[in-house]
């Protein structure tokens, strides 16, 4: 497994071996040894998500609070994406700024998001299916959403057009209102 930091050095873009020929192809998409190698971290990872969603659907951004914040360990085994993290960490020097990666059936690629980041995705193939991995599990009250298009933060989305929301979503709150980590 191959690991690189990006901008933000918390958050991590995996890119795991994959073996293939002619049949097809095997990976592990988690081995707990082998992302600790590559990232020093050893998550407990205690609920996994799948999910489906149509070209042009934007998720996010979406983050819980204490005590339910979770680390988040993304992929996407049908479709691509484009996949963001935001960092919320009022004391951090990257408050405000964002990192984003291209994830993919085809390119296998995973990003470790860590609690204190707000995260969304919008579909860039007919369809995408998205799994996540996450450190703490569903909570309604300590979950926020975040406007996916705040100027303060200024996200630059691949996207022809207006993206498909949720009614959640079309309420986020700019980064200056939002609950966020100290």
């Known amino acids: 497994m191959q690991a690189v930091r990006l901008a933000i050095p918390e958050v991590v ?54 005590p339910h914040a979770q680390g988040k360990l993304v992929r996407v085994v049908q479709g691509e994406v484009f996949d963001v993290a935001v960092d919320i960490r009022r004391s951090s020097p990257t408050f405000g700024q964002w990192v984003g990666a291209h994830l993919s059936a085809a390119n296998h690629n995973q990003l470790w998001i860590p609690s204190g980041f707000a995260h969304g995705f919008i579909t860039l193939s007919e369809t995408a299916e998205f799994l996540y991995k996450t450190t703490d599990f569903y909570s309604t009250h300590s979950e926020r959403c975040i406007a996916w298009n705040d100027p303060q933060i200024g996200i630059e989305w691949p996207a022809e057009g207006a993206p498909l929301l949720s009614g959640k979503d079309q309420q986020g709150l700019p980064l200056a209102e939002a609950d966020v980590f100290e």
């Open 13 to 66: 873009l995996l890119t795991p071996k994959v073996f293939g020929d002619d049949r097809g192809f095997f990976y592990e998409s988690f081995n707990a040894r082998a992302f600790e190698a590559a990232t020093g971290l050893n998550p407990d990872f205690v609920q996994d998500n799948h999910s489906r969603s149509s070209k042009h659907v934007l998720r996010g951004l979406h983050y819980q609070l204490p």
